[in-house]
Nanobody, 115 residues
Framework: QVQLVESGGGLVQAGGSLRLSCAAS????????MGWYRQAPGKEHKLVAR???????NYADSVKGRFTISRDNAKNTVYLQMNSLKPEDTAVYYC?????????WGQGAQVTVSS
């Protein structure tokens, strides 16, 4: 059974940095796209960043220039480096892996940015 395990969330002051990691365990098909989504209280689930198997990336406008997504295919792991964090970045962050046949979600990591 495939599981995605996230780590790296926490509490940080505005202007600080955090790095999220998401590693997959178990046997799976080739991962096409890895991504991060977030959901703030009372708001909808939104894409933050994603990266294809070829390394192409795209970001939400609100995080461009501050967040960087990367992946290690050998480890089935995706990272999200978050710099210059703002209070509005506070949310639960979910990793997402997409294959040709199925998709997987992480359990969520809380990121709280204090002003």
């Amino acid at each position: 059974q495939v599981q995605l395990v996230e780590s790296g969330g926490g509490l940080v002051q505005a202007g600080g940095s955090l790095r999220l990691s998401c590693a997959a365990s178990g046997s799976m098909f080739s991962i096409l796209t890895m991504g991060w989504y977030r959901q703030a209280p009372g708001k909808e689930h939104k894409l933050v960043a994603r990266i294809t198997s070829g390394g192409s990336t795209n970001y939400a406008d609100s995080v461009k220039g501050r967040f960087t997504i990367s992946r290690d295919n050998a480890k089935n792991t995706v990272y999200l480096q978050m710099n210059s964090l703002k209070p509005e970045d506070t949310a639960v962050y979910y990793c997402h892996f997409e294959t040709d046949y199925v998709e997987y979600w992480g359990q969520g990591a809380q990121v709280t940015v204090s002003s």
